[in-house]
Structures are given as C-alpha cells and as structure tokens.
C-alpha cells in the first residue's frame, strides 16, 4: 500500500520523466543535439530499429554509443543533407519507475514531420515509438537508453540527424 | 561565357555515346519500351535466397517490367518465381511480403495453388465448369529463375532469353570468390521511393566522379593512395566493374577499420560491380549492398537495398557488419542520404531546363571516366532501337 507522501513522490517522479522526454523533443527539434545530450547519461545508448516483414526480422538502422552520437552529429556539417526541418510529436503513453524509483521505463509514441524548407510543404517522415530508460542522477532523471522503434520503414532518402 | 537559348540547345560537339537527351528520363513512352523491351527479357534481382530459407517460404517482388512476382522455396528445395495473380480472377495471391505458406490459398474464391505452380483446388469445379476449364488450365504464370552470384534470385520474364551466366557475361567474375565460397545472408532491407528516374540511381553507381559529393570518400577514398589507379573494366551486356581499392576509413574521424572482411577480400577492400539494366554490387571491406532499381513512373524510382553478411557470423560478428553498414548506407547512414540527395536534386530538375548531360570523361577508363555511364547506355541504345542522346531518332 501506497501512503500519501509516497504516492506525491510517484506522481512527481512522473511529472518530471515526461517532461525530461518532451524537453528531449524540443531539444531535438531546435537540433540542440548539446542539449539534448546533456539530458543523457554518459553511458547514454542510442539506436533506431524497425521490425522488418520483409525479411521477417528486426533490422538495426542505427546503434551508437554516447560518443558514437557525439561523433555523428559533429560532423553533421560536413555532410550534405536535405534542407528540411523534421518536427516530432510526441505523447507519453506510460511510465513504469521501478520499486527503488532510481530507474523507470518509458514509452512514447513518435510521429515525425518532415517540412520542406523551399515552400514549406509538410508530409509525414515517420511513426514509431520511443522506448526509453531513464535513471534518477544527482542531477536529476537522465536518459539512459533510448530505442526508436520505427514503424515507417519507406523513408525516402533518409535522414542525417538523430530522430 | 553564359548561353543564350540556342546555345543551350545546341548538341555537345562530341561523339554521340558522349551525351545523353533527358528526354530519355522523363518520357512515358520510352519507359513503357524500356518496360518491354529491356526489364521483360533482361535477368534481374528478386531477392536473396536467405530471404526463402525454408521450404514454403515465400517473398513477393515488384517486378520492374510492371509484374508482381513472388518467389517460393519448393518442398524440392527449389527456388521457383511465380506472377502474384491468381489465375481466376487477377487477385493478388500474397498478401504478405513474406512468409511461409504450404498452399497458397486465393482468399476470394479458394482456389489453391501449391508451391510448384499447379492448381490444386478449385472450389466446385466440375460443377461451375464441368470439363471446360480444370485444375490442369488453371496453373500459375511460372518465371525463369537462377539463383546464383552470392546466392541472389534471379528472375527474368523471357523464357527464351539466355541463360543468367550468358547475361552477365563475367562482370562478377572477380567478385565470385567472395560471393560464392559460403552462404550469405541478409540482414537489411529498406526500400526508398525516390522521385527520379532509376537511369539516374544507376548512373550514381556507375561513375566515381561524384565522390567529390561525400565526405566520407572523399577523406577515406580519394585522398588515399591507389584511388586514381583504379580502372574500369566493361563487360558485353551492358555492365562495368570497378576496380578496387583499400579504403582506409580511419581517415574519418571516429571510424574503425573493418575487421571483418569477406573470402578472398584483402582487409578493408572494396569491389563494385554495375550490371545492366539497374543491379548493383557494391562490396566493401565487411558487408555486401546490392541495389535492385525499379521504376514506378518515368520520374518515380524505388531501389531496394540489401544489406548482407556470411550466414555463418556469430552474433557479435554480424552486429559489426551491421554497424559497418549503417555507418555509409541504410536510410541514416553518411552516403546514401547524400547519393539519394543528387539523384531527388536531378529528379526535380527534370524537365525544367535541363538540356544534355555529359557523360563524357576519358582518363583512360580510370576512376573518374564515365565509361561505365557510356558502356550501360551503349546497351541501352541497343535494347531500345534508339540512341540515348537522340531518343526520338529511331535507329
Ligand atoms: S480471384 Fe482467386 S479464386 Fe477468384
Ligand atoms: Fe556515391
């Protein structure tokens, strides 16, 4: 049984993982990827994956520890890639802290819009979620893990940038 | 000095397989010939065999003549290639990009086919048809099929063309130590819907000259040692092979070397072989892509990339060809965006200006020559009847 100040510590546990999620959609949006890492751990792993009926397996597009990212999007400018803005939109569906509360699971539904900078025409780039893990720091709930699970996998030229 | 409009209407003074008329891009009519005369009597990829590895299993193929196929691994073991119709009434037989079916069932009236092609159910036959039309009337479309080059199944409509080795008449040679040693198998496939003509993805990966568009390459490829030796080498069909190179991808920041590497290939080793009229072996240090291009419209592409490794790799093994890969290709990968990003560029240009493009860079068949641009369209201007840099002149 839950008492009172417990369930407060739970309810505000969740208030502050989805938001650490949605301050990581902002960030990613605004592609303040120095922000958005700094909501990660150092540990922080990434990777983007779709299960593939084609070949009746899941298919990993995308896996790379922090530096790995860091690496990734340092040399974003030196690489040519569409003029276009991706807009994510995301809810949380669900927040699971374990019993400890120093750790929880998250999962987010994700569809991305892709706008074109020449017109500013907008179309649907991709749906999927995010399944994330998330730990307590000093500092506050970080992420830990976080897996794009992609249900698009027509994704026309693709992208250069982190989803 | 700019042109004015006359100029920039004015032929290339150069000989005629030196250009080519966009017009060859962007015609429907050229691309219903190319659908007839070239995609339905030429050998191209469906899949891998990795992808029908049991008995019954079954993967469905856009073909890009304008059929959809499917492939089925018999009881036999064989590997045959069917038309997804069902002979009834036109439905489409499967559904699924794949799957394993013991007998492949029209779910509209039943009729049920097995994994060779034969009719083997056709509800209350006799008494709708009595013995005008029965089982033996009633079997699948059946497409030649060889499986071969690494394991990938080849199919082709014209049950006279010759036979796939004829066709490719040697282009693979070189590379067949490493794709016929052991099994392969696939481990990535996405499909990209591009808003070009699929000439264009071909020629992206039949000229190097490009490789000023990717960093990647550019610091790990151009600038090394052994980049300008590289030579092309064409073969009869329409195809080219490129000559190899050790790539050295530490020179990109934050990249290994490839540990892994293939039979036969020396470590970090990259072999590419272009075969009429849009497959693309592309072998490089640790994983195999192979780009199979299939028009939807004169200026609509899909290209279906496959991502292989050996059957055999363990686990951790296969994860590093999986890093390899993605690290260049698949749709987040450093080069493909890019490579797919010219092809869009030239795609939405089409017809809005554009006037000839020059394929017409002779450095003695080495890297940055556009023989190999000139070798498919030489082909091509066989296969069509036309020359390719006067599509309306009829030869
Ligand atoms: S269309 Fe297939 S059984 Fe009628
Ligand atoms: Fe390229």
Redo the contacts between chains.
């Keep these: 049984m839950l008492d009172v100040s417990s369930l407060e510590t739970l309810n505000s546990d969740h208030r502050e993982i989805a938001r650490l999620v949605y301050d990581t959609v902002l960030l990613l949006d605004s592609k303040d990827f120095s922000g958005w890492l700094h909501r990660c751990t150092d540990d922080f792993a990434y990777a983007?994956r779709s299960w593939?009926?084609?070949?009746?397996?899941q298919?990993?597009?995308?896996?790379h520890d922090r530096?790995?990212i860091e690496?990734l999007v340092r040399?974003l400018p030196?690489?040519?890639?569409?003029p276009v803005l991706l807009t994510r939109h995301a809810t949380v569906y669900r927040i699971e802290p374990d019993a400890e509360r120093s750790e929880a699971t998250a999962i987010t539904a994700l569809t991305i819009y892709q706008t074109q900078d020449d017109g500013g025409e907008t179309s649907l780039f991709a749906v999927g979620r995010y399944y994330d893990r998330i730990i307590r720091t000093d500092d506050g709930w970080r992420l830990r893990e976080r897996e794009v699970e992609l249900d698009t996998?027509?994704?026309?030229?693709?992208?250069?940038y982190p989803l | 000095m700019p042109r004015n409009a006359a100029q920039w209407d004015l032929k290339p003074q150069l000989p005629s397989t030196h250009f080519v008329d966009p017009l060859i891009y962007t015609s429907p009519l050229i691309l219903h010939e190319e659908r007839e005369k070239i995609f339905a009597r030429t050998w191209v990829i469906a899949c891998h065999e990795s992808e029908v590895r049991d008995p019954h299993d079954y993967r469905t193929y856009r073909h890009p003549a304008g059929k959809n196929l499917f492939v089925v691994r018999g009881d036999d073991g064989t590997i045959r290639a069917f038309y997804n119709v069902c002979p009834h009434r036109g439905n489409t037989l499967l559904y699924e990009p794949a799957g394993n079916a013991k007998h492949l069932l029209c779910i509209f009236h039943a009729f049920a086919f097995d994994c060779r092609g034969e009719c083997v159910t056709i509800p209350r036959g006799e008494e709708g048809y009595q013995d005008r039309i029965g089982k033996a009337e009633m079997g699948l479309r059946a497409v030649r099929t060889e499986v071969g080059f690494g394991g990938m199944v080849y199919v082709n409509l014209d049950d006279g063309a010759p036979a796939l080795r004829e066709f490719l008449g040697g282009a693979l040679d070189d590379m067949l130590e490493a794709l016929d040693t052991e099994p392969l198998e696939v481990f990535a496939f996405h499909r990209a819907i591009v808003p070009t003509n699929y000439k264009l993805w071909h020629d992206t990966n039949s000229e190097f000259y490009h490789d000023y568009l990717h960093y990647h390459n550019r610091e790990t490829s151009l600038k090394q040692p052994g980049y300008f030796e590289r030579r092309y080498t064409t073969f009869p069909n329409g195809h080219a092979r490129v000559g190899d190179q050790v790539v050295k991808y530490e020179a990109y920041e934050g990249f290994k070397d490839r540990d892994l590497s293939f039979p036969g290939l020396v470590r970090n080793q990259w072999k590419m072989v272009d075969l009429f009229p849009g497959q693309t072996y592309n072998l490089r240090g640790s994983s195999l892509r192979i780009d199979t291009s299939i028009p939807i419209s004169p200026v609509q592409t899909s290209i279906e990339f496959r991502g292989l490794g050996l059957r055999r790799d363990t686990p951790e093994e296969r994860a590093l060809r999986v890093r390899d890969y993605n690290s260049i290709w698949g749709p987040f990968g450093r080069n493909l965006h890019e490579d797919l990003l010219a092809v869009l560029g030239q795609g939405r240009a089409l017809g809005r200006g554009q006037r000839y493009f020059l394929h017409a860079r002779e450095e003695d068949n080495t890297i940055h020559d556009e023989i190999g641009m000139r070798q498919f369209y030489g082909e091509w201007s066989r296969w069509m009847g036309r020359p390719a840099s006067a599509p309306l002149e009829v030869l």
């Design positions: 983007v593939s009926p084609e070949l009746r397996a298919i990993t597009w995308l896996e530096a790995g690496n040399h030196r690489h040519h890639t569409e996998r027509s994704l026309g030229i693709g992208t250069q």
